[in-house]
């Protein structure tokens, strides 16, 4: 079993900046990718950012440019820094991570989310 926690969430004006992090943790495992998600009330998850355990990062065009994702794979942790941050990008933001296991192959483990809040 893998735990997935978030922190870093808040609440940041227009153009200001947060960074969340992520960790997971358990034994047992590897990573294959980590990912961010966000979701507003009445609409689909939205995969914003994720990077593979080659260090690949891929982003959704509406956060080109304002966000990077990186991780530290010793540590199994992912962070997500948010700048130049815009009302639209109010959301709970979720981290997903990846994994494999011997034990059961391939699995997706989700963190319980924070909510990011830019104010206008």
């Known amino acids: 079993q893998v735990q997935v926690v978030e922190s870093g969430g808040g609440l940041v004006q227009t153009g200001g900046s947060l960074r969340l992090s992520c960790a997971a943790s358990g034994s047992g495992f590897s990573i294959n990718v980590m990912n961010w998600y966000r979701q507003t009330s009445g609409k689909q998850r939205e995969l914003v950012a994720s990077i593979s355990d080659g260090g690949g990062a891929k982003y959704s065009e509406s956060v080109k440019g304002r966000f990077t994702i990186s991780s530290d794979n010793t540590k199994n942790t992912v962070s997500l820094q948010m700048n130049s941050l815009k009302p639209e990008d109010t959301a709970v933001y979720y981290c997903?991570?990846?994994?494999?296991?011997?034990?059961?192959?391939?699995?997706?483990?989700w963190g319980q989310g924070t909510q990011v809040t830019v104010s206008a």
């Open positions: 997903a991570v990846s994994v494999y296991s011997r034990e059961s192959g391939l699995n997706t483990y």
